[in-house]
């Protein structure tokens, strides 16, 4: 895994052991970043269930303001950090250990986010908690990009019911990235 392009280019990026965080695949980050690359310069980006923080460091490394990563896992915790030191971003970076949907609550008051990167173990419903949340937050704005990566499988119906607007849906293999805005109102 490494970071694909900006400023820190081509770094590589340490993971956990085992199972318990999922990296997003090199290339199907590319991907994604090819889908939002015009919103991500200058950005205020909220990178969800962080896990190794590789989608935050990738937006940082191609010029986004400020990154928060959240992350409940101690030791995935350490590893972001770890990350951010290795790349030289860890100045426009705060990192919260802490489940997403208190630590969301608490970054109400710092503004409105230009996009939030949700990424969620699958098939738990973390996906349609964190939205509910999202659907009254001060967090996201009209013009906020929200994006869910999700299992194939998972049930997404309620988005329309929580006031989301599917812009583009991205499908993978195992999985898929649905890109979202609030409707207007």
Do not use: C, W
Not at 27 to 52: C, H
Not at 54 to 77: D, H, M, P, Q, T
Not at 92 to 110: F, T
């Amino acid at each position: 895994m490494r970071v694909i392009a900006g400023s820190a280019r081509r770094i590589q990026l340490k993971s956990l052991e085992g199972d318990n965080t999922r990296p997003t695949l090199d290339r199907y980050k590319e991907t994604l970043f090819n889908t939002i690359q015009t919103y991500v310069p200058d950005s205020y980006f909220i990178d969800v269930f962080a896990g190794t923080g590789s989608i935050g460091i990738e937006a940082l490394s191609r010029g986004a303001r400020k990154a928060v990563f959240i992350e409940n896992n101690k030791k995935a915790v350490a590893v972001i950090n770890e990350n951010l030191e290795k790349t030289h971003l860890a100045d426009k970076a705060e990192v919260i250990a802490g489940d997403a949907i208190s630590s969301l609550m608490r970054l109400e008051s710092k503004g409105v986010a230009d996009v939030i990167f949700i990424d969620p173990p699958y098939n738990r419903g973390y996906e349609i908690q964190t939205l509910k949340l999202l659907q009254g937050s001060a967090l996201a704005g009209e013009d906020t990009l929200i994006v869910v990566e999700a299992s194939n499988d998972t049930d997404l119906s309620e988005l329309s019911e929580l006031g989301f607007d599917i812009i583009k849906t991205k499908d993978y293999r195992t999985n898929r990235h649905i890109f979202l805005m609030r409707k207007e109102t």
